[in-house]
């Protein structure tokens, strides 16, 4: 393929070797891996060993001892059938890839032992998330012999690729057919998706694939908030795992050189690495998030997801970041993604994608905001957790100039979220029966930013069940067994898709965000019908970020008949308010007055925010 003129300076190379050197430090002989948080050996089935000895063996080639300690440790724990085939795959064949093209010739018992190890990680067609159908993919891209079976390989991940893209460019994660009702796309696994794209422009000059590279990047705009953050939507939000792979992407893209300082991803990349120094822990290990603060239980900080470790994500960044940067590896940039354009064109500028339900919203040049609008099918719908990470009507990011103002959302048990409402943040939240129902759906999106202040109208919302409802038969719970026995849980999946709609309560949602003061407004309209009584279990929620309390705080209700507005007391603290530690990736507070019963009729509340300078 064609070649553009060679990378320049990256700012990366300084974290290429911090990282490893942190990553090598807890390699030891007898075990690989270490998990500093866990005290035990990195787990076995996942696929922190192999993203060690990736990571090892391009800093030090052959002489550095630990990646072979890794890579070995990893051969003796992980079975005849390796967990998480598709990543421990694909780092094995970059491995491969690299002692092959190395200086030294391949010695039998290495040869032998990369053999045993990719013989580990077989391959399935499909998985429950499109990320991995498409990792999978990739491997077999890369395997493919030149000429027609490469061409075959390719095309089947464009084929993929085209399918799990939104016409705006953002990548669907769930479900494995897009559903007109809904879809999920997490920001962290749009970033993965780009990079899968940004490694396989690498083996093949197909035209389109180099078309939905283009796409993938140019949605990245609507993940970055201008300063330090690229996410806020989805699982795994804010962590060392997004933000891995789209720095690797950024290089392997041309876009980490000194010549693209000033450009929108080399300002979104020196931005993650400014926050990534805040996140250096004492061991040199990266925070998998910036929340660095440690649950109740004292095992695992906020805001993780529970297949997150330590050792795994620095690893597997450690390993992004130094292939990504081999020099040794391959040079320049393929001329089929020279010229990549940043969506719009601008960053000062409102931009949605509406089949995905997110907006990034920019008032002036220092306030902007990441909205779910329409809301979208949660991944892993469950019987007892709540969650609300991707629940329309709601920022999921608010910064104003270097602050942060407004923390994501959070995945709780209900449980939690029964005993104390004011984790819901900005979801409005309610008891109607003995369900939990939360207005997260809505029909239409409309965006007004002609002036300072920018008014997103979200119509035709309806509540829905926040948790999925017990099997209470005999015949559906023998059903939900066999699912989860034989269909890897693609029944209870589907039922995301399949979310049942109050009939009782309806009501509309409009955020003001204003660049003066600044301020963040938010109207909620409700109307509640039939006979069901209706709780409001978080009148007034929102979520503030934990060290940036807004000065000012007004709460007013609308009477029902004179449509006149009354002030509510709604002190900054004391008794009419409830405020809860959030478990967010960004340390948080979910705050809330009292739950009140609502009447039959409409109801309606405004909340306004204000910061100052």
């Known amino acids: ?61 052959p002489e550095m001892e630990q990646w072979g300690w890794a890579l070995r440790a990893w051969l003796d724990r992980c079975g005849s059938r390796a967990g998480h085939a598709p990543f421990n795959r694909l780092l094995l064949l970059l491995l491969r890839e690299r002692v092959i093209t190395g200086a030294q010739p391949v010695t039998p018992a290495l040869e032998t032992m990369l053999d045993e190890a990719l013989q580990r990680c077989r391959l399935d067609r499909h998985y429950p998330s499109n990320n991995w159908t498409l990792l999978a993919q990739l491997c077999r891209l890369i395997e493919a012999q030149p000429g027609h079976p490469r061409e075959r390989a390719a095309q089947r991940l464009i084929t993929l690729l085209e399918r799990w893209t939104s016409a705006r460019g953002g990548f669907i994660d769930f479900p494995a057919r897009p559903d ?9 696994y749009h970033h993965k998706a780009l990079l899968i794209a940004s490694i396989a422009v690498r083996y093949t000059r197909a035209p389109a694939l180099a078309n939905i590279t283009q796409q993938l990047y140019g949605w990245v705009a609507l993940t970055w908030d201008g300063g330090e953050y690229a996410g806020g939507l989805g699982r795994s939000t804010h962590s060392l795992f997004g933000d891995a792979c789209l720095v690797a992407s950024l290089q392997l893209l041309g876009l980490a050189g000194a010549e693209q300082a000033d450009t929108p991803p080399g300002r979104a990349l020196r931005g993650v690495l400014r926050r990534w120094e805040r996140q250096r822990r004492i061991d040199g290990l990266l925070d998998l998030t910036p929340a660095d603060r440690v649950s109740e239980a004292g095992t695992r900080p906020a805001g993780w997801d529970d297949y997150m470790h330590l050792s795994v994500y620095n690893a597997w960044a450690a390993a992004l970041l130094a292939w990504a940067s081999d020099r040794q590896r391959r040079h320049g940039i393929p001329g089929e993604i020279a010229g990549l354009q940043w969506a719009g064109g601008r960053t000062d500028v409102c931009q949605q994608d509406a089949q995905a339900g997110v907006l990034r919203a920019q008032a002036g040049p ?82 007004d930013a002609a002036a300072p202040a920018v008014r997103i109208q979200l119509d035709g919302g309806r509540a829905v069940p926040v948790v999925r409802a017990a099997a209470r038969t005999l015949w559906r719970r023998g059903l939900a067994a066999l699912d989860w026995r ?40 409700l109307e509640c019908r039939g006979e069901d009584p209706v709780h409001y279990l978080n009148p007034g929620g929102h979520a ?49 007055l009292p739950p009140k019963p609502l009447h039959p009729g409409p109801y309606a509340h405004r909340l306004t925010l204000g910061w100052g300078d």
Not at 493 to 520: H, K, V
């Open 180 to 188: 007109p009702h809904g879809v999920a796309t997490p920001m962290a």
């Open 544 to 592: 503030l970020v934990a060290d940036q309390p807004p000065p000012a705080r007004r709460f007013q209700q609308q009477d029902p008949l004179t449509r006149q507005w009354t002030e509510v007391l709604f002190p900054a603290s004391g008794p009419s308010i409830v405020s809860v530690p959030l478990p967010s990736t960004i340390p948080g507070l979910g705050c809330a």
């Open 486 to 525: 034989w269909f890897d849980g693609a029944l209870g999946r589907g039922a995301a898709l399949r979310r049942p709609r109050s009939s009782a309560l309806f009501g509309a949602i409009t955020l003001w965000l204003d660049p003066a003061g600044p301020s963040l407004r938010q109207e909620i309209r």
């Open 1 to 61: 393929m064609s070649e553009v003129a060679t990378l320049g300076a990256s700012v990366l190379q300084p974290w290429v070797d911090r990282l490893t050197q942190a990553v090598a430090a807890h390699v030891r002989p007898d075990t690989g891996l270490w998990d500093a948080l866990e005290q035990r050996p990195s787990p076995a089935d996942h696929y922190g060993q192999t993203s060690a000895a990736l990571a090892l063996y391009l800093q030090g080639g």
């Open 366 to 447: 220092d306030l902007c905001a990441i909205i779910s609008t329409r809301g979208q099918a949660p991944q892993a719908y469950s019987r007892d957790t709540a969650e609300l990470r991707y629940a329309g009507g709601q920022p999921v990011h608010v910064r104003y100039r270097d602050r942060v103002l407004c923390p994501p959302p959070v995945r709780v048990s209900a449980e939690s979220l029964s005993r104390s409402p004011a984790l819901a943040g900005w979801v409005p939240l309610f008891q109607i029966g003995d369900q939990l129902w939360a207005l997260a759906d809505f029909r239409s999106v409309a965006v």
